[in-house]
Antibody, heavy 120, light 110 residues
Framework: QVQLQESGPGRVRPSETLSLSCVVS??????????WGWIRQSPGKGLEWIGS???????SYKSPLKDRFAISADTSRNEYSLRVTSVTAADTAVYYC????????????WGQGLLVTVSS | QSALTQPPSASGSLGQSVTISCTGS?????????VSWYQEKPGKAPQVIIE???KRLSGVPDRFSGSKSGNTASLTVSGLRTEDEADYYC??????????FGGGTKLTVL
């Protein structure tokens, strides 16, 4: 069973950089049948796809976000990360890391979610 | 990549059926047969219930069914039960290992 666990700060100040990590167990992040995503949910709102990274290291992002968001992976630790620069209150959300099953392209496993609040 | 459009709310009486729509574009829902549906209950991460438009995940009751026509996908819940009350999200593959989600529909069982 694939398990994902997010970690990072619960609060960041406006204009600072947010860094989140996701440790994966029960599967390898170089599994060719999966790609690894970040999804967020602002308070009271719906799910928003942020982006993903695949085993070859290529990452892709939701178009409006790509300038401030970066996803990277550390295969030796079987984890991947999300970096968000110049955060604003609009980045306040529960951030989920998620395993996306290829050839079906659905989220098969979710982390428990991490609430990040942007506030001074 | 605009969010897929779902009605914010839907409701039905116990035992009845309800259908939730999910409208995208010719670049996502209309192009790929890779529409999924998720059920989210309070305090928990969403769980996939349907993938590939109409394939139920293991353990999902056959009361849940999916379909697609053009740029619109639909989730139908038949024989509504109280435990079906939840938020439902659709998603579609949108090229280059990216997904796009709907805004979510809150299903109320009357």
């Amino acid at each position: 069973q694939v398990q994902l666990q997010e970690s990072g700060p619960g609060r960041v100040r406006p204009s600072e950089t947010l860094s989140l990590s996701c440790v994966v167990s029960g599967a390898s992040i170089i599994d060719q049948n999966k790609y690894w995503g970040w999804i967020r949910q602002s308070p009271g709102k719906g799910l928003e796809w942020i982006g993903s990274i695949f085993l070859d290291g290529t990452s892709s992002y939701k178009s409006p976000l790509k300038d401030r968001f970066a996803i990277s992976a550390d295969t030796s630790r079987n984890e991947y990360s999300l970096r968000v620069t110049s955060v604003t209150a609009a980045d306040t959300a529960v951030y989920y890391c998620a395993a996306v099953r290829r050839f079906g392209d659905y989220v098969s496993s979710w982390g428990q979610g991490l609430l990040v609040t942007v506030s001074s | 990549q605009s969010a897929l459009t779902q009605p914010p709310s839907a409701s039905g009486s116990l035992g009845q059926s309800v259908t939730i729509s999910c409208t995208g574009s010719a670049s996502d829902v209309g192009y790929y047969d890779l529409v999924s549906w998720y059920q989210e209950k309070p305090g928990k991460a969403p769980q996939v219930i349907i993938e590939h438009i109409d394939k139920r995940l293991s353990g999902v009751p056959d009361r849940f069914s999916g379909s697609k026509s053009g740029n619109t996908a639909s989730l139908t819940v038949s024989g509504l039960r109280t435990e079906d009350e939840a938020d439902y999200y659709c998603s579609s593959y949108a090229d280059r290992n990216s997904l796009v989600f709907g805004g979510g529909t809150k299903l109320t069982v009357l």
